[in-house]
């Protein structure tokens, strides 16, 4: 699986961006999509994900600020934040996965880099 991620950039505090992340498959061959974010001397950290069913999952430190969704046509997942702060400043990585009976299987794509300035 290829995901080709997009929409990084620089804003102030309380601006809004949309990141956009494309897969090369089908959402449904996959278990899920999500967002993670990596903020220098940090471990990556889950952000969001959307499962198959549509199930979403959201970090507590963004919830109600940010919001994933999906386009199944375009096999695109968002992440659209809002009132960035910037304790919001990292690499977003677009990742999905697979759940099977040996494991789970994760793919990445190429971080795109969120700067948020006070």
């Known amino acids: 699986v290829q995901l080709q991620a997009s929409g990084g950039g620089l804003v102030q505090t309380g601006g809004s961006l949309r990141l956009s992340c494309a897969a090369s498959e089908s959402m449904f061959r996959l278990s899920g999509l999500g967002w993670y974010r990596q903020a220098p001397g940090k471990q990556r950290e889950l952000v969001a994900s959307?499962?198959?069913?549509?199930?979403?999952n959201v970090a507590d430190s963004v919830k109600g600020r940010f919001t994933i969704s999906r386009d199944n046509a375009k096999n695109t997942v968002y992440l659209q934040m809002n009132s960035l702060i910037p304790e919001d400043t990292g690499v977003y990585y677009c990742n999905a996965y697979r759940l099977s009976i040996d494991g789970r299987m994760d793919y990445w794509g190429e971080g795109t880099l969120v700067t948020v300035s006070s």
């Open positions: 959307i499962s198959r069913g549509g199930s979403t």
